[in-house]
């Protein structure tokens, strides 16, 4: 059974960081790109940042958090890592992870990704 599961959100003024960490099972983690997503309030949920699977870590990130975004993968403990600094209100949603079966890039369509975790909750106060 292929778990993902989300965590290291929370409440954060504007200008703070937060490291989000996504933690699989029950899959080969080093053969799955990995993607973060969010949804805001009232929105549709949007790609943010995603790693290839493979040696060449290839990355994606949308536009509004280039510069200010990280993602990161560490095989050997099976997690996918989204370094999130310089906090804006905008960014308040629930982040997801979802994995996505090889691929040799990184993918936006969150309808490819066959596996999701709950989501963690982050929100930035002004």
């Known amino acids: 059974q292929v778990q993902l599961v989300e965590s290291g959100g929370g409440l954060v003024q504007t200008g703070g960081s937060l490291r989000l960490s996504c933690a699989a099972s029950?899959?080969?983690?080093?053969?799955?790109?990995m993607g973060w997503f969010r949804q805001a309030p009232g929105k549709e949920r949007e790609f943010v940042a995603g790693?290839?699977?493979?040696?060449?870590?290839?990355?994606d990130y949308v536009e509004s958090v280039k510069g200010r975004f990280t993602i990161s993968r560490d095989n050997a403990k099976n997690t996918v890592y989204l370094q999130i600094n310089s906090l804006k209100p905008e960014d308040t949603a629930v982040y997801y992870c979802?994995?996505?079966?090889?691929?040799?890039?990184?993918?936006?369509?969150?309808?490819?990704?066959?596996?999701w975790g709950q989501g963690t909750q982050v929100t930035v106060s002004s």
């Open positions: 029950g899959l080969r983690f080093s053969s799955y790109t």
């Open positions: 979802a994995a996505k079966y090889m691929g040799l890039q990184v993918v936006r369509d969150d309808r490819q990704y066959q596996f």
């Open positions: 790693i290839a699977f493979g040696w060449s870590g290839t990355t």
